[in-house]
């Protein structure tokens, strides 16, 4: 059985581990000539079967907290216990961080899903309280011996998500793991079975009971995944959608007999699918918007989230979503601030959603100067990502049209390019500071200098740079018609 297709699997998957072995295997000595047993559970295995290295290596052991920080404070070179309520201790050796954890057999309370710790005595009864199968296999350390008490590893190789106790109970103990398994559809490509499928549908609203703050990083770990749709579909078909991110099932407008628009939900997520083919490499410049970048991939998938308010049926069969940008920013702004994004994302969101459309008033190149320097000034820092939004936003079957649109857009980056050349528009602002605008016209800061400054901002935007004497001409002649009213 030496070269059965399990045994080669697990030596590919030691051999992965190699890096860390000789560090996991010390560590596990130790436990056991303490009288303990240790084992590299979760993440890192089924990473190791997949070929990949985890950053962080977790662990769980026989020992309490208190008997594994003895042993980690004589082995590693820090420890910490920010986890010790939980059974966690950390420590850093070798610029490597491990977490070790005893055994655990908790309870949840079903109405606030916090769960009841209890520690347990036993490896595979804690490998029964994990999510999934696949984070439910273990290699106790340091024998290597493989523990897979539920089928992950079968699992793994089908592209199958299972969970080690039945999903309804899983999944009522902590509802955030029906969000989990759309992630890990995501990064991982594994399909739900029928009954976590099942299970998803039917226990969909109890999501409700877990925090703002857990969702949002959930589903930013979905969104930041090579390729986010099969979990966004995913959380639209059970019914998670409805209760975290109402606006995106609500895309799924039904197509006229026509067919004289679009689906919008399958048009949202082919931008971004698109958006995120746009992004830079990880390491490259910022104007490069390196990926994954989840502004850019927030605003791809909400930026027609204002169509559904919006939509009219026109006379003749058309129909139009009028001024669904606007819209759309105010839901987005809304919906990030009720998953407690940063205000940082928020604004930054929100504004991308607002401009998306701003392009299509350039029709085939007739924007004046003015109005290009307006379009770099009012995208500010997110232009390079408003440039990548704008472009995934084509999703037209036409070819020559869209082909139409590159060149289009093509043309506007170029200008933009030349004037930020020519004007430095990123650092734009009126050719007279505000100490000399309070000077000509003999005012104290306040009110009427923002006014004024604003004023000479948009002569700077209209006529690009004109002089400290030309536009001091203009302030006066400015100021001369506000005294008349």
Known sequence: ?????????????????????????????????????????????????????????????????????????????????????FGTIGT???GTTVEVTTYRADAYDRQSRK?????????????????????????????????????????????????????????ADDPLRMMRAARFGAHLELVPSAEVYAAMRELAPSIKIVSAERVRDELSKLLLAPSPRPGLRLLVDTGLADHILPE????????????????????SLTVLDQAIALEGPATGPPESVPGPD???????????????????????????????????????????RALRFDKETVNAV?????????????????????????????????????HRLTRADCTTRNAR???????????????IARLQEEEELAAVRPELNGHEIAEILGIRPGPVLGKAYSFLLS?????????????????RAWWAEQEKT
């Open 92 to 94: 850093v050796r070798r």
């Open 248 to 267: 995106l099932p609500a895309l799924r407008l039904e197509i006229d007999e026509h067919h004289r628009h679009k689906d919008v939900y399958e048009h």
């Open 294 to 336: 989840l502004v850019l991939r927030l605003a791809a998938l909400l930026h027609d989230i204002g169509k559904p308010k919006t939509r009219r049926f026109e006379a003749g069969g058309g129909v139009s979503f009028h001024h669904h940008e606007m819209v759309g920013a105010k839901l987005t702004k809304a919906r990030l």
């Open 350 to 386: 929100s504004r991308l959603v607002e401009l998306h459309l701003r392009f299509h008033g350039y029709g085939d190149g007739a924007w004046t100067d003015s109005a290009v320097r307006r379009y770099v000034t009012d995208a500010g820092p997110l232009l390079a990502r408003l």
């Open 401 to 415: 049209k869209a082909r139409r649109l590159a060149a289009t857009y093509d043309e506007l980056e170029r200008r």
């Open 115 to 171: 769960p009841i710790v209890a520690f347990g005595d036993n490896l595979e009864d804690d490998l029964r309280r994990r999510d999934f199968t696949v984070n439910a296999m273990a290699l106790r350390l340091p024998s290597l011996e493989f523990v897979d008490p539920y089928g992950g590893l079968a699992d793994l190789a089908a592209k199958r998500l299972r969970t080690p106790a039945p999903a309804p109970v899983s999944f």
């Open 1 to 85: 059985m030496v070269n059965s297709p399990f045994s080669q699997a697990l030596q590919r998957a030691v051999a992965t581990l190699g890096p860390s072995l000789g560090l996991l295997s010390d560590l596990g000595d130790r436990f056991v000539e303490a009288g303990h047993e240790l084992a590299l559970v979760g993440g890192p295995v089924r990473d190791a079967f997949l070929g990949r290295t985890s950053a962080d290596l977790d662990l769980t052991t026989s020992a309490s907290p208190e008997e594994t920080e003895r042993i980690l404070a004589a082995w590693g070179e820090t420890t910490w216990d920010i986890g010790r309520a």
């Open 459 to 475: 002569v700077r935007l209209d006529d690009g740079p004109i002089g400290k004497e030309a536009a001091a001409d203009r302030l």
